[in-house]
């Protein structure tokens, strides 16, 4: 059985137990602890408790670096077929005009392994890179800087090799 912290903070995750606070407004925790437990996908919308910003994998560890480097916030990264996807506070990434980055409209639901399922680990083709673990959320304009300079760094690296 799935075990999920409860409280204010989402603290909990290092005890074993899944922090579950950022999933409350979405109004699908059961749903998505129900799903967990049976060891499937959960279907979470976006918009209500954060946005969703899909990016290209071939340069989504090269952005969480840089993010990590920039000491801002990182919030959960879900590997997935056709990329990554940034979870990003609600209305951070409100006008995101970046090439090959999206963000996901309003109510798309979002399929999420449970938190456990990290690095290497699947469920379908789905799995965290940086799982949700009570961190804040990263912030659009962060992650747009972020990812630029990735797309810039990369850009170099191939006139350099071509």
């Not at 969480?64 to 000491?71: M, P």
């Not at 990434?93 to 456990?116: F, K, N, Q, R």
């Not at 747009?144 to 760094?153: I, T």
Request: proline share 9%; hydrophobic share 50%.
């Amino acid at each position: 059985m799935i075990q999920h912290a409860a409280g204010p903070s989402g603290a909990g995750a290092a005890d074993g137990r899944l922090p579950v606070d950022w999933l409350s407004p979405t109004g699908r925790l059961p749903a998505v602890l129900s799903a967990w437990e049976r060891g499937v996908l959960a279907e979470v919308p976006t918009g209500i408790a954060w946005d969703v910003v899909r990016l290209p994998a071939r340069l989504v560890h090269e952005t969480v670096q840089r993010l990590r480097a920039a000491g801002a916030p990182l919030g959960p990264v879900l590997s997935a077929l056709l990329g990554a996807e940034f979870f990003v506070a609600p209305g951070s990434a409100d006008g995101w005009d970046v090439a090959e980055g999206t963000v996901l409209p309003y109510g798309t639901l979002v399929l999420m392994p449970d938190p456990g399922v990290v690095g290497h680990r699947r469920i379908g083709d789905r799995g965290w890179l940086v799982a949700p673990a009570g961190q804040p959320l990263s912030r659009g304009a962060d992650l747009r800087d972020a990812y630029a300079e990735a797309r810039a760094h990369a850009a170099e690296a191939a006139e350099v090799l071509g």
